[in-house]
């Protein structure tokens, strides 16, 4: 059974820094791309980052040069290192990941970007 806990929202003040974590059961991670999404309270949910099997990363572009996503296969999760944090960047937080076309998420955690 695939199973993504996420953990390391809050709150912080414009231009802090904040790091998810998307531990991964039930699948390699590292064999899988990863994904993470936020939704903002009124909006759709949106694709933040990437990390595909070879590694390779994508980001939407309102968080490229801010945002990193990385791996590590050892304890296999996820992390999303968030740096420069506008207030637009309030949402709850989901890891991803689908499988044999069926599409795992995360209960979600929320991170909360003050003025």
């Known amino acids: 059974q695939v199973q993504l806990v996420e953990s390391g929202g809050g709150l912080v003040q414009s231009g802090g820094s904040l790091r998810l974590s998307c531990a991964a059961s039930?699948?390699?991670?590292?064999?899988?791309?990863m994904n993470w999404y936020r939704q903002a309270p009124g909006k759709q949910r949106e694709l933040v980052a990437t990390i595909t099997r070879s590694g390779s990363r994508n980001y939407a572009e309102s968080v490229k040069g801010r945002f990193t996503i990385s791996r590590d296969n050892a304890w296999n999760t996820v992390y999303l290192q968030m740096n420069s944090l506008k207030p637009e960047d309030t949402a709850v937080y989901y890891c991803n990941v689908k499988v044999v076309a069926v599409g795992y998420w995360g209960q979600g955690t929320q991170v909360t970007v003050s003025s």
């Open positions: 039930g699948i390699i991670a590292s064999d899988n791309a």
